[in-house]
């Protein structure tokens, strides 16, 4: 218990010169907590003879520090994806083109015309942002931007058939990541549902079997993340919408994944085959689309709305409109990336454009250069595209295989995740594998020496 009589008063650690330029950078208050936290966990230490050796003014001072230093600390970090999975959901989906970085960075440092009439010299509407090349890409007459693609479909709900009935397919009623599910989605907006079909087979005639005076609108729902094979139905959007026409209904399409589908030099991968697009639907006569931003589009995350204009205004003059409306950031990112879409020769900017496209061969000769520095090895594999996205897809990438005869794939793998920069890889049968098709090229340095970094400075190759 003695011990406890050379513990010095929180006065006299705050005159210890680190301390007190601590306290003059981070504030008095926090300061004085963390060295209370830790004189208390010393204390807590000497009653079970567990004190450490020395100077106790010396253990609390550094506990502080290092407590204050991770308080500080930034819990949202850059990583390298290394899985192959190119929109990675819990990686933050689509990285952003540098235009588009650029973009919001220069209107997030300043004022900007967000909702303001440069011409008119009066006040404006945010909504004309980005509206214009919405319509080009698409062939819509008209766009709005939300946050998400869930509060976009929410809206639409809400704004359009709050109520009243919505009909959808039983097939299409699904649950995609984070808990988002349809029918929910539905109850929350006011709608009330209407099923028709089977969760494999639903005709046209079970939708205008379903149609009646209650009756706001059509839904169709992108499967987003699985597929159904076999025994199936599903009638063409085409006829979906010209048996709405009929009844003076609205067709409106959930088709989540902002695939734009259009035409590209050399083609798109076969994974992206079946991917409805915007544009295909808008043609097809669907009333509203309502698609993500950063999906396959490979912008920000924003909910896009494009479609009729009548419809589209009805949407936009909603209450919901203010909950759910982007900011000037996410204008400006969206306006950038959609601006390289119009340009052939400048979509591979785009970071999802150019990890779909990247040849095999480019792959392999960056696989190879980094498992020749490793000592790994280079095998055939797949990536994935991932977010919902074309599910299943399957597009030809190069793995980087890493083994250790002194570390286990799991002890590899996390020590990659604790370093700076994390990297998320994969394990497959005690390996560790490293898709170079989601690592940008200006990447591979950092992978190369965070991998040294988590296989260590004895490390001998399996």
Not at 12 to 18: E, F, I, R, T
Not at 215 to 229: D, Q
Not at 258 to 272: I, M, V
Not at 296 to 307: F, T
Request: aromatic letters at 4%; a neutral charge; glycine letters at 8%.
């Amino acid at each position: 218990m003695a011990a406890f009589r050379h513990i010095p008063s929180i006065d006299v650690l705050l005159q210890q010169p680190a301390i007190a330029a601590r306290a003059a950078r981070q504030g008095h208050a926090p300061v004085v907590e963390s060295l209370r936290a830790a004189a208390d966990a010393w204390r807590t230490l000497a009653k079970a003879d567990a004190a450490p050796p020395g100077d106790p003014a010396v253990w609390i001072a550094e506990r502080a520090m290092e407590a204050l230093e991770t308080s500080l600390a930034a819990s949202l970090r850059p990583v390298i994806n290394a899985t192959g999975v190119i929109i990675h959901t819990n990686l933050g989906r689509a990285p952003l083109a540098n235009a588009a970085v650029a973009r919001a960075m220069e209107v997030a440092r300043g004022y900007a015309n967000l909702e303001y009439d440069l011409e008119a010299g009066a006040r404006g509407h945010r909504h004309v942002h980005a509206e214009r090349l919405l319509c080009a890409l698409t062939g819509a007459e008209a766009a709005i931007v939300a946050n998400n693609n869930a509060a976009g479909t929410w809206l639409v709900l809400a704004a359009l058939a709050s109520g009243r009935e919505v009909i959808v397919s039983r097939g299409e009623l699904v649950e995609i990541g984070g808990g988002f599910r349809v029918p929910e989605i539905m109850a929350q907006s006011g709608a009330r549902l209407r099923e028709v079909g089977t969760t494999n087979r639903t005709r046209l005639s079970d939708y205008a079997a379903a149609i009646s005076d209650r009756t706001a609108l059509i839904l169709r729902v992108h499967p987003s993340n699985f597929r159904i094979e076999g025994f199936t139905e599903r009638p063409a959007l085409k006829d979906l919408s010209a048996l709405a026409r009929r009844f003076h209904l609205p067709v409106f399409e959930d088709q989540g994944s902002g695939w734009l589908g259009l035409p590209q030099p050399g083609g798109w991968p076969e994974a992206l085959r079946d991917e409805p697009s915007v544009g295909d639907s808008v043609g097809a006569g669907v009333s509203l689309v309502a698609f993500s931003g950063d999906k396959l589009l490979g912008g920000p995350q924003a909910g896009l709305i494009v479609g009729q204009r009548a419809l589209v205004d009805q949407v936009r003059r909603h209450p919901l409109m203010r909950a759910v409306r982007a900011d000037k950031q996410t204008y400006a990112a969206l306006e950038a990336t959609l601006g390289l879409w119009q340009r052939e020769p400048a979509r591979t900017e785009i970071p999802v454009v150019r990890m779909l496209l990247e040849p095999v061969e480019a792959l392999e000769r960056r696989a190879q250069a980094l498992a020749s520095s490793l000592g790994g090895t280079v095998k055939e594999g797949l990536s994935t595209i991932g977010g919902g996205s074309a599910p299943q897809s399957a597009i030809p990438t190069r793995l980087v295989s890493i083994r250790s005869t002194s570390k286990t794939a799991a002890q590899i793998e996390a020590a990659l995740r604790a370093g700076s920069p994390p990297v998320i890889a994969r394990i497959q049968q005690d390996t560790v594998l490293l898709d170079l098709r989601t690592v940008h090229p200006d990447e591979d340095s950092a992978l190369q020496a965070s991998v040294l970094n988590a296989l260590g400075p004895a490390w001998p190759m399996g």
